[in-house]
């Protein structure tokens, strides 16, 4: 039997968490409960200088949750300051998002790593 560990951040339990590389402006879909939910969160990066670095989350669907993620295009990296609240879950604890994230490289032919962390927040 795998045993699966739990991780805190502080005293947020850490319900998933990665590293993913893409290229350019590749969208990328986090499935974090697969196989056992179809949750997902999609995250599509855009650059618009005329904006400030941002991240703005909409519903897709009842399962689904679409991030545009503005301008998190910096060599040295570029990170949320404190986890966001994406969604609030059956139970009635807040889903939080966390970002960080570093472009190599220009454009299409870029390549983006992002650290992402998705958080319980407990109740509100």
């Known amino acids: 039997m795998a045993l699966t560990p ?15 590389v893409s290229a350019g402006f ?5 499935f974090p409960f697969a196989p056992t939910s179809g949750y997902s969160v999609e995250l599509v990066f855009e650059d618009n200088q005329l904006k400030p670095p941002a991240v703005n989350v909409e519903v897709i669907g009842p399962n689904h949750l679409r991030g545009i993620v503005t301008n998190f295009n910096n060599p040295i990296g570029i990170a949320t300051s404190s986890p966001l609240h994406i969604a609030t879950n059956s139970d009635g604890h807040k889903i939080l998002l966390h970002l960080a994230c570093y472009f190599i490289g220009s454009g299409d032919a870029g390549t983006r790593i992002l650290h992402y962390s998705l958080l319980d927040g407990g109740n509100p």
Not at 6 to 20: E, H, K, P
Request: proline share 5%; charged share 15%.
């Open 6 to 20: 739990l991780i805190y951040a502080g005293n947020r339990l850490v319900l998933a968490s990665g590293t993913v």
């Open 26 to 30: 590749e969208p990328v879909k986090i």
